[in-house]
């Protein structure tokens, strides 16, 4: 499956802005999806991810609250909703896909498809 990843930009603190993943050549609904993020000298960690029908979603702690996952079945396309943003969430946003059905991979290694990325940057 390609993935394509798009929706990135400059924005304030405190801004919102909305990710979008589109996905071709698999079958959508069969993936579970993920949002990663890789911030400058750190490691790729993940944020949130959503099973196959979209009935589960899993956050880490520190966007809790501000971020929400989703997808759009009909669409193949997975969206991160990101509020109240900080400067500590710049980083490049990257989509995977993971051909487990459940929101317990939550690692990189557990996802075989990657979008390319896409830069969201928060201004102090």
């Known amino acids: 499956v390609q993935l394509q990843a798009s929706g990135g930009g400059l924005v304030q603190t405190g801004g919102s802005l909305r990710l979008s993943c589109a996905a071709s050549?698999?079958?959508?609904?069969?993936?579970?999806m993920a949002w990663f993020r890789q911030a400058p000298g750190k490691e790729r960690e993940f944020v949130a991810n959503?099973?196959?029908?979209?009935?589960?979603?899993y956050y880490t702690n520190s966007v809790k609250g501000r971020f929400t996952i989703s997808r759009d079945n009909a669409k193949d396309t997975v969206y991160l909703r990101m509020n109240s943003l900080r400067p500590d969430d710049t980083a490049v946003y990257y989509c995977a896909a993971s051909a487990s059905r459940s929101t317990e991979v939550r690692t990189a290694e557990e996802y075989a498809y990657w979008g390319q990325g896409t830069q969201v940057t928060v201004s102090s």
């Open positions: 050549g698999g079958t959508f609904n069969s993936y579970t």
């Open positions: 959503i099973n196959w029908s979209g009935g589960s979603t």
